[in-house]
């Protein structure tokens, strides 16, 4: 199983363009589904939010490999489908996830830091 993962967020539907959101959250989903058909990526989870007051509202879990989530992340595509995304909803983020070997990693990282700091 995939230690690394992309995390893809979002917010609010801007007003006005909710007749957009469907569509495009479907277009996400076969576009992800065909990276993973593709071997680019080892799958995909998506998932909304309850109201609970805060600016995020869903995210999609891209699980994979991270030289191969690194490459997906600059593909003129990813890039593309994010941008057509930013137009009809607030908040658009991305950013790497860690678990497995790659979550200790990077709570090494974190201790030596620390232990260097203290000093």
Same mark, same amino acid.
């Given at each position: 199983?995939?230690?690394?993962?992309?995390?893809?967020?979002?917010?609010?539907?801007?007003? !006005?363009? *909710?007749?957009?959101?469907? &569509?495009?959250?479907?277009?996400?989903?076969?576009? =992800?589904?065909? %990276?993973?058909? /593709?071997?680019?990526?080892? !799958?995909? *989870?998506?998932?909304?939010? &309850?109201?609970?007051?805060?600016?995020?509202?869903? =995210?999609?879990? %891209?699980?994979? /490999?991270?030289?191969?989530?690194?490459?997906?992340?600059?593909?003129?595509?990813?890039?593309?489908?994010?941008?057509?995304?930013?137009?009809?909803?607030?908040?658009?983020?991305?950013?790497?996830?860690?678990?497995?070997?790659?979550?200790?990693?990077?709570?090494?990282?974190?201790?030596?830091?620390?232990?260097?700091?203290?000093?």
């Amino acid at each position: 199983m995939a230690d690394s993962a992309l995390f893809v967020g979002w917010g609010e539907i801007v007003r !006005g363009r *909710e007749r957009s959101g469907p &569509e495009l959250f479907k277009e996400a989903v076969e576009y =992800f589904g065909q %990276l993973q058909q /593709d071997g680019r990526i080892e !799958g995909f *989870e998506p998932w909304f939010m &309850e109201r609970h007051g805060g600016d995020l509202n869903g =995210f999609f879990l %891209l699980r994979g /490999d991270r030289t191969k989530l690194d490459e997906v992340r600059r593909d003129a595509a990813f890039e593309r489908l994010l941008t057509r995304v930013s137009m009809v909803v607030d908040n658009v983020g991305v950013t790497t996830a860690y678990t497995g070997a790659d979550l200790q990693r990077q709570l090494e990282i974190f201790g030596e830091s620390a232990g260097d700091l203290a000093r």
